[in-house]
Structure formats: C-alpha cells, structure tokens
C-alpha cells in the first residue's frame, strides 16, 4: 500500500502488484495472473484495493491490458492499471538519478541511447575493467551513501577494512552514473600528478583514484604531492569537478598524519565506510544468489549448496569477493559442496586463493609474477624482455607465459582497455596480496622478484628482515640486500 504518483496524482492511496519474469519478450496474458486475481478479490472485499496496479517487467498488448483491467474490475477492484515493460524502459530512459542509485540498469541495454558519444566511449572504458561484476551488482547501504555523498559534497571518501569488500564495483557505477547524471568527463587517476596533469576546471569532471596512498601499505612519499594537489582540487570542486578517492581504512590512518587535511576539509568529512559486518542478510543473501546464478558453476552444484546458503550468508567472514569466486568453476569447481568445506572457503579466503596459485603450473605463475613484478599493470601486447623476466623465474618459455596471460584472462588476470590502450591487471586487488604471499615464501622467488622488478614496485612493496609495515608484502633477508644496492 502507498501513495503511487505515476500518471495520476490524483489517485491517492494504491495497492502495487509486481509481476517479474525472466523469460524475456513473453507477453503478460490474463491467465497468467489468476494468483494475483484472487489476492485482489480479497483486497477488494476489505476496501484495500481502489486503485490497483499491475507493475511488470512483460511486454503487454493492447487487448490483453483491455481483458487484464475488466477482470480485475469485475471482482470489485475500484480502478486498475497495468504499467508494463514499455513503461519501465521509459522511466529507465529519462531518470539519471535511478539509473545511478540501480546501476545494474546499465547493463540492461545499449548505452549509446543515453550517452553522449564522449561520455559512451568513456563508460566502456569503465566497464571493461568490470567485466560482468555490473551484473551482479547489489546496491547496498555503502553504494546509496556513497551516492549521497558525491551528490551532496563533490568528493566521497571511500573506506574499507577487508579487502574484497566490493569499492571497486561501487567506485565504477558512480564513475558510469557521473558520466550519466552530470555528464562528467571521467578519468581513472592513479596518482596526484595524474589530477594536476588533467583538472581543467572549465569543464565537467569526474576524477576516480583508486588506492590513493598505497594499495598494501601506506607510501609516505606521496604525500607532499597530495598537499599540493588538495588546493586545486578544492578549487576545481567548487566549480563541479567531482572525485572518488579509495582507501584501506588502515592506509587512510597512517596517511593523516601527513596530509594538510584543512586544504580539503572535506576530506574529512565526506567519508564512506565499507564495512562487511554491516552487510545486512538480505544484502548478502542477494550478493551470494547473484554470483552463483551468473557464474558458471554446474547446475548439480549449485543445487547441493542451495540449502547452504542461508548459512554462508550469516558468517561474519562474508565477502562479496569471496562469493564471486564461489560461483566460479575456476576457483571452486575442485571443492566439496558440504558445510565445513564451504564455511572454510568463506572463513579463510586468503588462504583458499594461495593454495589455488600454488597448485597452478609454473607457466600460469610466471603469468602472474609477470604482473606482480611490474607494479600491477602490463600494457599488452607484452613485451619480450618483461616475457623473459617472468619465464626465467620459473623455468618455463616466453612463449607459455604469453599463452597462460590469455587462459587466465576473467579469472586471475583481466585485459581492459584505458585511454593510452589495453593493460593487464589483477582481476582482483586480493590475486597480487596472495601472490605476494606465494613469493615471499620462497627465499629462491624473493631473489628472482628483486632482480626483475621495477624500482617504482621495489620502493612500495619492499621491506628488509626485521622491519614491521603492515601491508608490506614481500620480506628481504639480509642476504639479499646486495640486491638493493
């Protein structure tokens, strides 16, 4: 019951019907609603049902609206209504604002008929580096403050304490709703530099930095860049220019300490928490029946662990991430669907992940190390020398390396598609922290890494025995620091 606006202002107090279907382009006939006729009937028969509308996702014809509204009359409805696929596409079409607060609704249709060519081309670009997460997406309380947040303030703060807790997903559905609602320009910053290079105040933008002071543990030496940035970007916010800036919550601690927070108070106030323990059932119910619906696990599984899933989506360990890889053949196909096999993959991801990585073969690894040895991201076509590097680790071909990149591509890896070109990357930030995990137990792949990695990976990834960072992934024994020098 509640007031229904729609066509008729005037119709006060209403009684909704949804009727959803997944069968795409089925027409809703009659007989179809024989349930929801009788339900009106009672309805009717308590004064609850004068203004009675059927909402359905079916496409509905002409002659069937004619026969569904005189039955529905007939059995003492006041007034009946039938609003039908036509009429959701066309609120979807002309409401910015609820394609941003639903953004799985991109993912409905063909963007071009509600983007500008600019901001289309941009989007995509977005979307590639979604892959089909868009789909899955369930709007949580985090993603409507977030939403509220950059509405409100220009600039949201994201904050997490687990990894996997799902920012990425949400820093991309408002990137795609800036480009929709505000018609921002979008660029994917990745450091201070990148917005002094690219703000230009005069036109609309919509900034998305992610990990801005560290992915796995806090680099202090960005932090003078950033107090030079925070002036202009208060200035550029001023004018419209919109950021979404991504932290772990125990990075964003370490970094306060150095940041001239009154250069961008808002900063400081403009803060969005990720915390999974304040998922709601529904939500992790929804988030866990997505996964395994779109993912590709066979029917019989997925029918072994239906009256598990109540129970998985109670754990306090619940991730979204860890749900995903759930769905997955690739990541779960080889475990046991009973209970405590179950409870141990959602209670103990990180560890599930490393044994997947330290199962796979040597080729795949060096696939993997290929990545991690340069800071994340590779620009694809792959060069033969950065091949080589990452073969010699692991005593495999140049020429199976590059063959393993494509097979793990939409699992462990991810080929998308930015300004300058096609890059590979982590499929997801948690592959790099238990690939990290994998070579530092090795001291022969510690060596192998230091000899092969980048002076920008070294300075952020890199600690000597002995010293304590939270977040820093690989451990350099004494014995190697020749290797540093």
Not at 63 to 76: D, N, Q, R, T, W
Not at 242 to 261: C, E, G, M, P, V
Not at 265 to 291: D, R
Not at 429 to 437: R, V
């Amino acid at each position: 019951m509640g007031r229904w606006e729609g066509e008729d202002p005037a119709a006060g107090e209403s009684t909704i019907q949804c009727k959803f279907t997944s069968k795409a382009q089925e027409n809703l006939t009659l007989s179809k609603l024989d349930e929801e006729l009788a339900k009106a009937a009672l309805l009717a028969a308590r004064g609850l049902a004068s203004d009675y509308i059927i909402l359905t996702n079916h496409p509905v014809t002409g002659a069937s609206e004619i026969l569904i509204k005189a039955a529905f009359e007939k059995v003492g409805v006041g007034r009946c209504r039938v609003f039908g696929y036509d009429y959701i596409v066309r609120q979807i079409k002309s409401s910015p604002r609820l394609r941003m607060m639903a953004p799985r609704l991109y993912g409905l249709g063909d963007l071009s008929d509600l983007l500008d060519a600019r901001a289309y081309e941009q989007t995509q670009l977005i979307l590639s580096s979604m892959g089909d997460d868009l789909q899955r997406l369930v709007v949580t309380d985090a993603h409507r403050r977030s939403v509220r947040a950059i509405s409100e303030h220009n600039l949201v703060l994201l904050l997490l304490g687990s990894p996997a807790a799902g920012k990425s997903t949400i820093g991309a559905s408002l990137a795609i709703g800036a480009a929709d609602i505000w018609q921002c320009q979008t660029i994917r910053a990745t450091s201070p530099e990148d917005i002094q290079r690219h703000l230009n105040p005069s036109i609309k933008q919509f900034f998305w930095i992610d990990d801005a002071w560290g992915n796995t543990q806090y680099q202090n030496q960005t932090a003078e860049a950033w107090n030079k940035t925070f002036p202009l970007m208060q200035g550029a916010m001023r004018k419209g220019t919109r950021f979404l800036i991504t932290s772990r919550d125990y990075i964003w601690n370490a970094a306060q300490r150095d940041l001239k927070l009154q250069a961008l108070p808002i900063l400081g106030k403009s803060q969005v928490v990720i915390n999974v323990q304040e998922l709601n059932l529904q939500e992790k119910a929804q988030i866990l029946y997505n996964h395994l619906k779109l993912g590709d696990q066979p029917l019989a599984f997925r029918k072994e662990v239906k009256i598990l899933l109540p129970e998985l989506a109670e754990l306090k360990e619940f991730l979204p991430e860890t749900a995903r890889r759930l769905g997955s053949k690739f990541f779960a196909g080889g475990i046991f669907p009973g209970r405590s096999t179950l409870t141990s993959f959602f209670k103990d991801p990180q560890e599930f992940l490393f044994q997947t990585i330290n199962n796979l073969a040597a080729d795949c690894r060096a696939a993997i190390a290929l990545i991690f040895m340069n800071g994340g991201n590779v620009r694809s076509p792959v060069s033969m020398e950065e091949l080589e590097s990452a073969a010699e680790a692991f005593g495999v071909t140049s020429g199976s390396v590059r063959v393993q990149i494509e097979a793990l591509n939409g699992s462990l890896l991810l080929l998308v598609r930015d300004e300058a070109g096609m890059v590979w990357r982590y499929k997801h930030p948690t592959i790099g922290d238990a690939f990290a995990q994998h070579v530092a137990g090795s001291p022969e792949l510690v060596e192998v890494y230091l000899r092969g990695a980048k002076p920008a990976s070294l300075i952020t990834e890199v600690v000597c025995a002995g010293v304590e960072i939270y977040g820093a992934p690989v451990v350099v024994p004494d014995s190697l620091h020749f290797l540093l020098e």
